[in-house]
């Protein structure tokens, strides 16, 4: 079936299953469960949270990525 524009129907795109899945009600998501945690009001203001600003962030990010041991880390957030 086609539309006057040549655009085809929605019933072009069905596909009949005997047993089609079904839903056993909504349950949370994983962001559902990260807005309603303790720090989900200081994320609504620091995007960075638990960082300070986005400089700390991208240090740490830095760090990270690195590939430098713990024990240098620990020596590099000692100065």
Same mark, same amino acid.
């Given at each position: &079936?086609?539309?006057?524009? !040549?655009?085809?129907? #929605?019933? #072009?795109?069905? $596909?009949? &299953? ?6 056993? !009600? ?5 962001? #559902?469960?990260?807005?309603? $945690?303790?720090?989900? %009001?200081?994320? %609504? ?7 300070? $600003?986005?400089? $700390? ?7 990270? &990525? ?7 880390? #620990? ?5």
């Amino acid at each position: &079936h086609v539309h006057e524009e !040549g655009t085809p129907t #929605d019933s #072009d795109f069905i $596909d009949w &299953h005997p047993k089609p899945s079904q839903t056993c !009600g909504r349950g949370y998501t994983f962001l #559902d469960l990260f807005h309603s $945690d303790e720090n989900s %009001a200081y994320r %609504a203001t620091n995007h960075y949270y638990p960082f300070s $600003d986005r400089k $700390d962030w991208e240090v740490a990010s830095w760090l990270l &990525h690195s590939g430098l041991s713990m024990a240098k880390i #620990d020596n590099f957030l000692s100065l």
